[in-house]
Each structure stands twice: as structure tokens, then as C-alpha cells.
């Protein structure tokens, strides 16, 4: 099935992007582009999507399959542009509280699975580390 999603430009420069009808989210260009630098860059957004459904993947499996709690997964990632501003390559990090390291093989096969990492893995390279630590990155609020 087809998902629509809605966005539109607002008066004050910003993107505005709907993917349900409750929920807006902000996007922005860089100040070097006029933007106002105040949101996530379409570059941002469409990085985080790999760390976004690597999540997704092992939470439904986490609770689906294992009957186990998915709480304190985070993910960083990073990327780096080629000369006309395209994403040449993404750095994901995934944090896995150390409880489940004993179904360590399990998760990052199912973390590699995401079909957005699988979609976008043919055109940008992308280095995923799988990290198991009871001291996680602080969470952004």
C-alpha cells in the first residue's frame, strides 16, 4: 500500500513534513542556503531514517519474538557530503544495554535486515557498529 506524506513550505522558511495526520515535523536548509539552520536538514532527516528503522526492526523483534524489553537502544549516526552536497556515506552506531548481549548475533541480524538500510545500501555506504554498554550516549530530550 502507498503512504502519503505531505509537506509544504512555510512563511518563516521553514519545511514542514506530515507522515500522519496529527504530526508536524520541521525541517530547515542550512544557513549557508538561506535556511534559518534551526531544524534538521533533509540530509539529517534522511540519515537518521537508517537509525530510525534499525530501531524499529529490533524493537518489533525484541517484543514480537523474544517477549523482551526494548528500552535504552539509541542510536548516533553521522554522515559525510561529496562535493555537490549528496551523502557519500553514513556512520550509525547502535547502543545495546549489555542484558542482551547474550542474543548479540540475533539483534544485528535482525538490525541488518531494515529495509531502509537495505534500499539505501546500494548508493551510500554505510559502516554500522553494534555496541553493547550499560553507559549509553546521553539521550537528546
Known amino acids: 500500500m502507498e503512504k502519503v506524506l505531505h509537506g509544504w513550505l ?3 522558511k521553514r519545511i514542514v513534513y506530515c507522515i500522519k495526520n496529527d504530526c508536524l515535523n520541521f525541517c530547515d536548509v542550512d544557513k549557508q542556503w538561506g535556511g534559518l539552520g534551526e531544524y534538521p ?4 532527516v534522511f540519515s537518521a531514517s537508517v537509525g530510525l528503522c534499525v530501531l524499529a526492526v ?4 525484541l517484543e514480537k519474538k523474544l517477549n523482551v524489553s526494548f528500552e535504552n537502544i539509541k542510536f548516533e549516526c553521522t ?3 561529496g562535493p555537490e552536497g549528496e551523502i557519500k556515506a553514513i556512520n550509525l552506531k547502535v547502543f545495546f544495554p549489555v542484558a542482551l548481549e547474550y542474543i548479540k548475533e540475533e539483534l ?3 538490525a541488518e535486515s531494515c529495509p ?3 534500499t539505501l545500501s546500494s548508493s551510500v555506504q554505510i559502516k ?3 555496541l553493547f554498554s550499560d553507559q549509553l550516549t546521553e539521550t537528546v530530550a
Open 10 to 12: 512555510s512563511k518563516d
Open 41 to 44: 536538514n533533509p540530509r539529517d
Open 58 to 61: 529490533v524493537a518489533i523483534y
Open 79 to 81: 554522515y559525510q557530503k
Open 108 to 110: 544485528i541480524r535482525v
Open 116 to 118: 531502509v538500510k537495505k
Open 128 to 130: 554500522t557498529e553494534y
